[in-house]
């Protein structure tokens, strides 16, 4: 079988938020890229993931004039609230700091191609059988299939892997290139998708357990329940998802219908060095952070930010200082919101449920979370970090 040949700067490997948004960075700065996704465009834009975009996110997009991407359905920062024990605690937000939007992943996702299309750029979808050569030799190659069987090849300068924790990118490191810093925390939560409005929005602190109802479209809510380590979906039926959510947040929840259910275990990962030869990793194929820090898409949108300068740089000054310290640029600010993430996450946990760690550390957590309120310079240091410009 005759292969295609195509010959470009990049290869960005994954069409969601990193990849799209490196593309269309690379694009508007003159660097030619091309895109690869291995599923079709309707899933692509259509699958459900978290959506918050904060200060920095927002103020990023702007920066790189693409603020248009932010328009459409993402929901304004909103009034959610926080609940102990089934009672609203009041919450002061900076509003000058604040620019945060809970923006569906799917519409950022969405939005982001549409312009990437738009101002002409190569976004291949359904790319099967992705192989990444010669990346510590000469010029990388990227061969794959594409959606009529045919046998392509790209050579180029660089790879970005921005395909998720599991793509091929970082399965193409030899493992003992990298060192793998993990943890498990051990909770997890019930992760459902339900077709309702969200009210209550936030989060809710309860001896049953942490919970959370955060808007993912004007009609959509993603709900979060806190449950044993062992559970699977199928001990929790409709009816009980509603009452435990009340119950947690001490008032009725608007109902819907149940799209999904599923159980996620919370974890957090990083990857050292997030590049091997002329590749470098971006997003979740680097890193991951549990979901209560609300901070995937930041990092994401750090790693981005980091390379397409250091590309951008390369391209149009012949200097490549910029990517070869892309690691130690990324990762103490990784670091930085793994800690935040750690303490928000086990404070969270076993402020309310008792047999996460016992009585002693949720008194424990209870005091950090009053401190939130009650010290002006830890609220100043909390706003900082979940506004994402610490």
């Known amino acids: 079988m005759t292969e295609t040949r195509d010959d470009t700067a990049v290869v960005i490997i994954g069409a969601g938020v990193a990849g799209l948004t490196l593309g269309n960075f690379l694009l508007h700065n003159g660097v030619d890229c091309i895109v690869l996704e291995k599923h079709p465009r309707a899933y692509v834009e259509k699958r459900q993931r978290a959506g918050t975009i904060d200060t920095f996110g927002v103020r990023l997009f702007r920066e790189w004039g693409l603020e248009e991407v932010l328009a459409g359905d993402p929901i304004p920062h909103s009034e959610g609230g926080f609940y102990i024990d089934g009672h609203a605690m009041p919450i002061d937000v900076d ?20 312009v990437f299309l738009r101002e002409g750029g190569d976004l291949r979808y359904e790319a099967a059988d992705v192989a990444l050569e010669n990346l510590t030799q000469g010029r990388p190659t990227v061969r794959y299939r594409d959606a009529g ?9 660089f790879v970005a892997g921005c395909d998720g924790f599991h793509g091929v990118s970082r399965r193409s490191v030899p493992a003992s290139a990298l060192t793998e810093y993990s943890h498990a925390y051990g909770y997890s939560w019930l992760s459902v998708l339900a077709a309702t409005e969200t009210k209550p929005s936030g989060m809710a602190i309860h001896e049953l357990g942490l919970a959370g109802m955060i808007p993912r479209g004007p009609e959509a809510s993603r709900i979060y329940l806190q449950c044993a380590v062992d559970d699977t979906p199928e001990q929790w039926p409709d009816e009980r998802i509603w009452s435990e959510l009340e119950a947690r947040f001490g008032t009725p929840p608007s109902r819907g219908k149940i799209l999904s259910k599923q159980i996620v275990p919370l974890r957090g990962v990083v ?21 209560m820090s609300a901070k995937g898409i930041h990092l994401a949108l750090h790693d981005t930010e980091v390379f397409a300068r250091a ?48 009585e002693f550390k949720k008194q424990i957590a209870r005091a950090e979370l009053q401190r939130q309120f009650a010290s002006e310079s830890a609220n100043k240091l909390f706003s900082e970090l979940t506004a994402g410009t610490n």
Request: hydrophobic letters at 35%; charged letters at 15%.
């Open 149 to 157: 069987g045919a046998a392509r090849a790209i050579e180029c300068d």
């Open 271 to 291: 990857f050292d060095p997030m590049s091997y030869g002329s590749l470098y990793l971006l997003g979740d194929a680097a890193h991951i952070v549990p979901p």
């Open 311 to 358: 590309v951008i740089h390369q391209a149009k000054e012949g200097d490549s200082s910029l990517l070869d310290s892309y690691s130690q640029t990324c990762l103490p600010h990784i670091w930085n919101y793994q800690a935040f993430a750690t303490w928000i996450t086990d404070t969270m946990h076993n402020a309310g449920f008792t047999g996460c760690e016992g």
């Open 95 to 114: 509003e000058d700091n604040n620019e945060s939007l809970y923006c569906p992943q799917q519409v950022l996702v969405r939005n982001l191609t549409e």
